[in-house]
């Protein structure tokens, strides 16, 4: 997969968390001069709103009225949008069960990035009901953008970036696509638990990572090791302290508060961030269908 977003899917529930995603996603496609696609999903289930009642971007389809008027809201958005951007930008109407929905249009329209709105959630919501936004980083082909209604739509310029036990190549092609495009900076950190040092080989993959987007860019660097409990946390942690725009994770253990053991219940990342979260896959190219569970 190129390193760039030249298709977008924003999914929108009409919202003001939905609406701030449009914002994020627009203010990306005019740097990458991509197409953006609006989707709305509808359901004609009762029981699909029982089941998940934490679900978000998927309303109940009431009579054809309300169709109609969801597509004169998608509309609406649009037009304001053209107002103010110079974008393509394609709406659509579908009823149907959410990632199911989301997959088919990722695949057919050949999507590059699906950006959604999300919230933190206290540990015990987290605990009982799966993610929707979860739900999607696990089953789209695409990378997955996930913003909150605290994150600023007009800025990118820190960029965090973790480095676990390998070069993240993936991650770092897109956070120097990202940063170059945004003038920002990326911040490399490596993590290490409480009272511990780097070891000498989180410390090679570190200053390996740096040479690699260093050898690619001339953007500000930092390196920095953070410290915790784990990871994700950390991470969180770093990126609110230094005021990030951006956090870039693979979509795979690093997402995680805790092993992979008790990866259904242990936090995750996009849950508990207030700082947009891009989930990246870890390999090059399309990622197979739930080969990763974040």
């Known amino acids: ?8 899917l924003v999914l929108t529930d009409f919202s003001a968390a939905s609406i701030h995603a449009v914002e994020e996603a627009a203010m990306i496609a005019t740097k990458f001069n991509s197409v953006l696609h609006l989707l709305h999903v509808s359901s004609n289930s009762i029981l699909s709103w029982l089941v998940t009642p934490e679900a978000y971007f998927i309303h109940l389809a009431g009579n054809n009225k309300e169709i109609q008027n969801s597509r004169a809201i998608l509309e609406k958005i649009k037009i304001e949008l053209v107002k103010r951007v110079e974008l393509t930008i394609e ?3 579908a009823e149907g069960k959410l990632c199911e929905t989301v997959n088919r249009y990722v695949d057919t329209l050949q999507i590059d990035l699906v950006v959604l709105g999300a919230k933190r959630e206290n540990w015990f919501k ?3 009901f799966e993610s929707k936004a979860k739900d999607i980083i696990r089953s789209v082909n695409s990378e997955v953008l996930c913003v909150y209604p605290e994150s600023n739509s007009n800025r990118l310029k ?6 676990g036990k390998y070069i993240p190549k993936r991650k770092i092609k ?24 780097l070891t000498s080989e989180d410390t090679k993959t570190l200053m390996a990572s740096y040479q690699y987007l260093k050898d690619i860019t001339n953007i500000p660097i930092e390196c920095k090791t953070v410290f915790g409990n784990n990871l994700a946390q ?15 994770v693979n979509a795979g253990s690093e997402s995680f508060f805790q092993g992979s053991v008790l990866r259904r219940w242990s936090g995750n990342i996009v849950n508990h961030s207030s ?3 891009l989930s990246v896959h870890a390999i090059n190219g399309k990622k197979t269908r739930h080969q ?3």
């Open 1 to 8: 997969m190129k390193e760039d977003f030249k298709r977008i």
């Open 91 to 93: 709406c659509h109407e």
């Open 126 to 128: 987290e605990l009982l």
């Open 158 to 163: 820190k960029i965090v970036l973790p480095i």
């Open 174 to 197: 897109l956070a120097y696509e990202l940063a170059k495009k945004f003038a920002a900076n990326v911040h490399l950190i490596s993590f290490t638990r409480n009272g511990r040092s």
């Open 234 to 248: 950390a991470t969180i942690q770093y990126a609110e302290d230094i005021g990030a725009d951006l956090i870039l």
């Open 275 to 277: 700082i947009p979260v």
């Open 292 to 294: 990763y569970r974040a």
